[in-house]
């Protein structure tokens, strides 16, 4: 079992394979890694004793390059891989992409524009009434009614669009496991119900539960919409099913139907837990999509044995050959060859990311024997030089849930547990952590350790112990920390979810001094983001003079990018912040800078002292009513 998957009809001829159980077609190259979902899936689905293949970027031009595994017994499974296709293919400004890290040799074009869509359809050509089951981040995100920035339109379900038979959402192996052995017993893939983490639809009301709310129409005046129930009434039963707005009323481009979508979207958050979300029903045409609860959780001993499952951790053989360009390998391994997974989820929740809305805000963690045995076995790799090269996850210093409750209740549905107003009852402790990357260092072979997921620096300041803080300096880093404070306008990073611009600075400042006593000479390595929504011009300037007074400009600037499932696509395609509602029952206004020019601008306002940008930086100025800082920002 410690081969790689099969991936032609020679490797099912050596292993005596008549006919795979599973086919997975997957928009990334093949890299038989616990990082990549094809590998991760397949892996977890031959230790349950299926047989599982793998049809790597296909060519989705040659129907044939989806029979190359044979038709499968149960069902192909479809993925776009481990980024949104459109996403991996156009960058914030809509350009073509000149790399694929996920590909042969880095080379881009070998995944198509909206690729599950793509998938299926030369699937159900080359095999009519085959079983299809789609997941990955480009179906979780797109599971309902979702903003398409590509298109500048309003979409529907993925399952519908793909006609695919189900779609698994969230992190999968809990629900791809029950639903195979449900395809195992002959239960048809348009048959299954119930089981968490999926979504699928019906043409017929009397399948829907018995119990079903819809969401109010509008919250009681004055209240923030953070701190209401999903549903009318006072408390929800758990066994209450909700009723979204349908398709047709949040698609129709008006101000009524953005405030409806901003509604929509702000229930889907509000129960996205696995132990108090609900399910939910969306109207689409003549159909109703249905969403499961969200599937529960991977325990510790379940999330060590997923990745201690046998993988090679190389890329496939037949990326030894170089590719077009005359590279070799797939450049995406050498990210995570030599790190370690060690958490999932992120109760950070911050507006721009959708691994929230993906993962979940509880926080899943591998135990240290297991990622003590995983690293002691990369020191027994050639290739490993003595450097861990990362310890983490979406946040690298969360390794518990952000309180007790949390494990019994879930995540607060009403209340975040970070932001600019920190939740109070937060458990702030590394203490976990710090005995972890410890026993890491003291490994024979291995030289460093280090950090190079993200540091959620608000958390780290909030913690008095400053243990952590100090070993950070003194063995995790290696001349530079990046962090990401996002921008410098509180108004702003209320809307990104982020800690005040105080937080930041306080924590600069005692990062400073850490390293001062230690004797090192180490830089922050702060990111903006430019153009968020609720980020015009002057607040743009903000950021600028906070750059001009600490002496630091970036060499990169993150345009906002609104991908599906997030909560600032919400309010870049709204222009409302579904969370805050004024007196009179209409939501918060937030500004958006839509068009290209103006994000040129912002950008060009945080990168002032570039040449090139000159004219920008005054047009910008100009715009923005402060003339009077040309001579300050260009000088």
Not at 264 to 277: F, I, P, V
């Amino acid at each position: 079992m410690s081969d790689f998957l099969p991936v032609s009809k020679q490797d099912l001829l050596d292993r005596g394979i008549d006919q795979l159980d599973f086919v997975f077609v997957s928009g990334d190259a093949y890299v038989d890694h616990a990082s990549f979902a094809a590998a991760l899936l397949g892996r977890l689905l031959e230790s349950r004793g299926y047989t599982v293949g793998v049809i790597p970027q296909p060519d989705w031009k040659k129907t044939e390059s989806f029979t190359v595994l044979g038709r499968p017994r149960l069902a192909f499974l479809v993925s776009a891989g481990a980024m949104d296709s459109m996403v991996s293919n156009y960058t914030a400004n809509n350009k073509p992409r000149s790399e694929d890290v996920y590909a042969h040799g880095g080379v881009a074009g070998h995944r198509p524009d909206r690729a599950i869509i793509t998938y299926c359809s030369k699937i159900r050509e080359a095999y009519k009434g085959v079983q299809i089951l789609i997941g990955g981040i480009e179906a979780s995100l797109r599971r309902t009614t979702h903003y398409d920035y590509w298109s500048n339109t309003v979409r529907r379900s993925l399952l519908l669009d793909s006609k695919a038979d189900l779609l698994m959402y969230g992190m999968g192996e809990h629900s791809l496991l029950e639903i195979a052995d449900l395809l195992a017993q002959g239960v048809p893939a348009r048959q299954i119900r119930g089981v968490r983490g999926t979504v699928w639809y019906t043409s017929h009301a009397e399948e829907l539960p018995a119990h079903t709310d819809a969401i109010p129409p509008q919250p009681a005046t004055g209240a923030s919409l953070r701190k209401q129930p999903p549903v009318a009434g006072a408390g929800v039963p758990e066994d209450m099913a909700l009723m979204l707005p349908s398709y047709a009323d949040v698609s129709k481009n008006t101000p009524e139907s953005k405030t409806l979508f901003a509604r929509s979207y702000l229930a889907q958050e509000q129960n996205t837990d696995a132990l108090n979300g609900h399910v939910l029903i969306e109207p689409v045409d003549s159909r109703f999509i249905v969403q499961e609860k969200a599937a529960l959780p991977l325990t510790t001993a379940e999330f060590d044995a997923v990745y201690e499952l046998p993988f090679t951790r190389r890329w496939h053989p037949m990326y030894d050959e170089p590719a077009e360009n005359g590279k070799t390998g797939i450049p995406a391994l050498s990210e995570v060859q030599f790190s370690l997974a060690s958490s999932r989820g992120c109760f950070g929740a911050c507006s721009f990311c959708a691994i929230t809305f993906h993962q979940g805000r509880r926080i899943q963690s591998r135990s240290h024997e297991s990622l003590l045995r995983e690293a002691e076995k990369m020191t027994h790799d050639g290739a490993f030089k003595g450097y861990i090269h990362d310890v983490g996850g979406p946040t690298a210093n969360f390794r518990a849930d952000a309180c007790p409750s949390q494990c019994k209740r879930g995540a607060c549905a009403h209340r975040d547990c970070m932001g600019t107003d920190p939740c109070p009852n937060v458990r702030v402790d590394h203490t976990e952590y710090v005995a972890l990357l410890r026993k890491l260092r003291a490994l024979p072979g291995v030289k460093k350790v280090f950090i190079r997921s993200g540091i959620r620096f608000d958390y780290l300041i909030m913690d008095k112990d400053k243990t952590f803080f100090r070993e950070l300096c003194a063995h995790h880093i290696s001349g530079q920390l990046k962090v990401a404070p996002e921008h410098v306008n509180d108004n702003v990073l209320r809307l990104m979810r982020k800690s005040t611009h105080a937080v930041y600075e306080k924590f600069a400042a005692e990062y400073a001094e850490i390293n001062q006593s230690l004797g090192k000479k180490q830089y922050l390595v702060p990111y903006y983001i430019c153009a968020h929504p609720g980020a015009g011009l002057k607040e743009a300037v903000d950021v600028a003079l906070y750059l001009k007074k600490t002496g630091f400009v970036p060499d990169q600037v993150q345009d906002f990018y609104p991908t599906p499932g997030s909560l600032s696509t919400c309010m870049y395609y709204t222009g409302l912040n579904p969370h805050k509602q004024n007196a009179d029952g209409s939501l918060e206004q937030v500004y958006v800078a839509r068009g290209a020019h103006e994000r040129r601008l912002q950008r060009a306002l945080l990168q002032f002292n570039r040449r090139e940008n000159a004219q920008l930086v005054r047009e910008a100025l100009q715009k923005a009513g402060r003339p009077d800082l040309i001579r300050t920002l260009l000088r």
